[in-house]
């Protein structure tokens, strides 16, 4: 269960799993996190970002259909006592999740800010590799964007509470 649906296991006829992302359509928040995580993972393509298969969309159902990650998400790894990331996994994680923001930041025409980094959308492949995932508040920045916020973009909990950052079209402050 998610925030605006929930995620299956499936599997196609050539035995490939796949993860199939169903959106709540009560919540009308919904239809927009679809519209924009198609949007977003249309023209991307990295090795450490979650593939997107297909898409079903009409008017009483929407859903993505991902690639299955076997290896849950980086919060299992991180706050589970049956579950241990050794120094090596661990640095290889933050390599993975970097090189993944760097794509998104610097490596595409259009610049996508995720919005919403959190342990639980890390995901592990069956080599351990990294996948961020959930585009659903993803952010497209076009030429001629200024990043000034009038509200929180982010899931509560994973912002450093007592430190944000401020652009005000010229240079960035950062503020206690």
Not at 1 to 27: C, T, W
Not at 103 to 121: A, E, F, Q, R
Not at 129 to 146: C, M, P, T, W, Y
Request: charged share 20%; net charge neutral; aromatic share 10%.
């Amino acid at each position: 269960m998610g925030s605006y649906g929930s995620v299956y296991r499936g599997m196609l006829q050539d035995g490939m799993s796949i993860a199939v992302k169903i959106f709540n359509l009560q919540l009308e928040v919904a239809f927009k996190s679809f519209d924009i995580e198609c949007e977003v993972m249309r023209n991307i393509r990295h090795r450490n970002l979650i593939k997107i298969i297909s898409n079903c969309s009409n008017l009483d159902f929407k859903a993505l259909v991902l690639e299955y990650i076997p290896n849950g998400s980086l919060e299992k790894w991180l706050y589970s006592h049956n579950y241990c990331l050794d120094i090596l996994q661990r640095l290889n994680v933050m390599i993975d999740v970097a090189s993944a923001l760097e794509y998104l930041h610097h490596g595409h025409t259009t610049p996508i800010v995720h919005c919403d980094l959190k342990p639980s959308n890390v995901l592990f492949n069956e080599d351990m590799v990294a996948h961020v995932a959930d585009f659903g508040i993803a952010k497209l920045l076009s030429e001629g964007d200024r990043m000034v916020q009038t509200m929180t973009l982010a899931t509560i909990g994973y912002m450093v509470p007592v430190l944000h950052r401020v652009w005000n079209g010229r240079n960035s402050i950062y503020k206690r």
